[in-house]
């Protein structure tokens, strides 16, 4: 299993570009997460995931997007990119039924300018 | 919704020595706390959890305590190396969301 895979992993944004980071777990988790981390900070919940079709907000929703249309992927788009969205961002899944732990990638660092 | 204060920010111990760090939560309804390590460009990774239904949890040199009647908890790591350096979490699960600490930043000296 390569578990949970983030592309890109680095990426430079001009103020009010869009892009999307890409998540896919290969461990059948039904539940997935998208965190935003800022130095010396904690991550803080953007969006997640119960199960395809379902999302929800979490901390920090503004000027992000989600969908989950499968199982294993799960995308988040930012819309009119602005340098408070520069950040670490990590997606993580969990298989809530057997267990709590969430599992992360590697991880996505985004500069906006 | 919830807030986890984790202390202290930084700690530096000499190997061989323990290393303490501690959270508060504030969600009397959190029921999972886990804590997480993560070294210089990676994402972080489980090294011990617990739940809160138990008071105490060891997994070789590291251990966790929960006081729910307190709302807090604490990672202890002892005869700390040099690989155990990285900087470590807590969190508080509530409604299969996790609220973070800020972190600690823990150095071993040789």
């Known amino acids: 299993n390569a578990g949970v895979t983030q592309t890109p992993k680095f990426r430079i944004l001009k103020i009010g570009q869009s892009m999307t980071l890409q998540c896919t777990q290969d461990m059948n988790h039904n539940y997935m997460y998208w965190y935003r981390q800022d130095p010396g900070m904690g991550l803080k919940l953007i969006y997640y995931s119960v199960g395809a079709g379902i999302t929800d907000k979490g901390e920090v929703p503004n000027g992000y997007n989600v969908s989950r249309s499968t199982t294993e992927d799960f995308p988040l788009r930012l819309e009119l990119a602005a340098p408070s969205q520069t950040s670490v961002y990590f997606c993580?899944?969990?298989?809530?039924?057997?267990?709590?732990?969430?599992?992360f990638g590697p991880g996505t660092r985004l500069t906006v300018t | 919704g919830e807030n986890v204060e984790q202390h202290p920010s930084t700690l530096s111990v000499q190997e061989g020595d323990s290393a303490v760090i501690k959270c508060t939560y504030s969600d009397s309804a959190s029921n999972y706390f886990p804590w997480y390590k993560q070294e210089l460009g990676k994402g972080p990774q489980l090294i011990i959890d617990?739940?809160?239904?138990?008071g105490e949890k060891k997994d070789q040199r590291i251990a966790v305590t929960l006081n729910k009647t307190a709302k807090h908890f604490s990672l202890h790591i002892t005869e700390t190396q040099p690989e155990d350096s990285a900087v470590y979490f807590c969190?508080?699960?509530?409604?299969?969301?996790?609220?973070f600490g800020a972190g600690t930043t823990v150095t071993v000296r040789a």
């Open positions: 617990i739940r809160s239904n138990v």
């Open positions: 993580a899944s969990s298989y809530e039924a057997q267990a709590y732990e969430q599992y």
């Open positions: 969190a508080a699960r509530v409604d299969y969301k996790l609220s």
